[in-house]
C-alpha cells in the first residue's frame, strides 16, 4: 500500500476513479446535473433537498458541501446544526431573485420580508466560504423610466440573508453576502460574523438580531439615481437589549 493510500484509508476516504475525495467528510454534497464527479455521501441539485434530509431534532453537526456551481433557489434553513461549506468563496453561489416590488409567484408583490435568498429559522446554522445574494439589480432598476425607488412602498429592497424567529448562535466565516438594498437582515438571535463580505446601498444591514461583525468588509455600492444617499446600518435594536450590531476591526470600502 502506497504513502498515499495508507493516508486515504485513514482519513476514511473512498478512492474510486472519479469519486472526490473530500466526500466522506460532508452529509450531503448540493452539485450542478452536469457536476461529472461522484461521491461518496448522497447528492443533490437542491439545497431545500439537502436540509429535508436532516434530523429534524440533530444533536450534531449535518455538513452540506456546497460545490461550485450557481444555485437559483429560495431556501429556508429550519434544522438545527446545519451547516453549509462552500468549495469555492465565489464561485459557490446562492442565489435568487426578488425584490419588494416585484410580483411574486402568487401574484401579489413579494414584500421585502418574503424576498431573502436564505431563510434562517433555526439554531446552530454556519456557513463558510460560499456566496450567498439576491440576483436583483438595483441600480439598473433604479435607472429605468419608471423603475423600482427606494421611497416606493414597494421598492427595489431586496435582501439576500434573513436571521429569523429561531435562529440563534448563527455562524458565518469568510462569506459574500450581496445584494443592492437591505442585503442582511439580522433580525433575530444571537450571530457571527467573520472575515465575510457585506455589500449593497441603503441601510443594508439591518434588523432587531444581536450581531458580531469581526474583520469584514462592509462595502457600500455606488447610488448615482437616487437623491438620497443611505445609511450603512439600520439597526431596530430593542431597548430592553444591552447592544445590537457590534463592529469590530473591520472596513468601510467603497
Not at 429561531?166 to 433575530?188: H, W
Not at 446601498?201 to 432587531?208: E, H, K, P, Q, R
Request: glycine share 8%.
Amino acid at each position: 500500500m502506497t504513502m498515499v493510500s495508507r493516508r486515504a484509508v485513514a482519513a476514511g476516504l473512498l478512492l474510486l476513479p472519479g469519486v472526490a475525495s473530500a466526500a466522506p467528510r460532508y452529509d450531503a454534497i448540493l452539485k450542478r446535473p452536469d457536476d461529472p464527479r461522484r461521491f461518496a455521501a448522497p447528492t443533490y441539485e437542491k439545497l431545500s433537498a439537502a436540509v429535508a434530509a436532516a434530523p429534524a431534532n440533530g444533536t450534531r453537526p449535518f455538513r452540506i458541501l456546497v460545490a461550485k456551481g450557481v444555485f437559483d433557489e429560495q431556501v429556508v434553513i429550519d434544522k438545527p446544526f446545519v451547516q453549509l461549506v462552500g468549495e469555492s468563496r465565489t464561485g459557490s453561489i446562492i442565489t435568487h431573485l426578488a425584490a419588494s416590488g416585484l410580483i411574486a409567484p402568487d401574484g401579489k408583490r413579494w414584500g421585502t420580508f418574503r424576498t431573502p435568498t436564505l431563510f434562517v429559522r433555526a439554531p446552530d446554522f454556519s456557513a463558510r466560504n460560499l456566496t450567498i445574494r439576491n440576483a436583483f439589480d438595483g441600480l439598473a432598476e433604479m435607472s429605468k423610466p419608471g423603475g423600482l425607488h427606494s421611497h416606493d412602498g414597494g421598492g427595489p429592497q431586496a435582501v439576500a440573508l434573513m436571521l429569523d424567529k429561531g435562529s440563534d448562535r448563527a455562524r458565518f466565516s469568510q462569506v459574500d453576502i450581496l445584494s443592492y438594498q437591505d442585503t442582511l437582515f439580522p433580525d433575530a438571535g444571537r450571530s457571527l460574523f467573520e472575515r465575510c463580505l457585506i455589500a449593497g446601498s441603503y441601510d443594508f444591514i439591518f434588523g432587531a438580531g444581536r450581531a458580531f461583525f469581526r474583520d469584514c468588509e462592509i462595502r457600500s455600492l455606488p447610488r448615482p439615481v437616487d437623491p438620497v444617499d443611505g445609511y450603512v446600518v439600520a439597526p431596530s435594536t430593542p431597548i430592553d437589549q444591552p447592544f445590537g450590531f457590534v463592529f469590530k476591526a473591520c472596513r468601510l470600502t467603497k
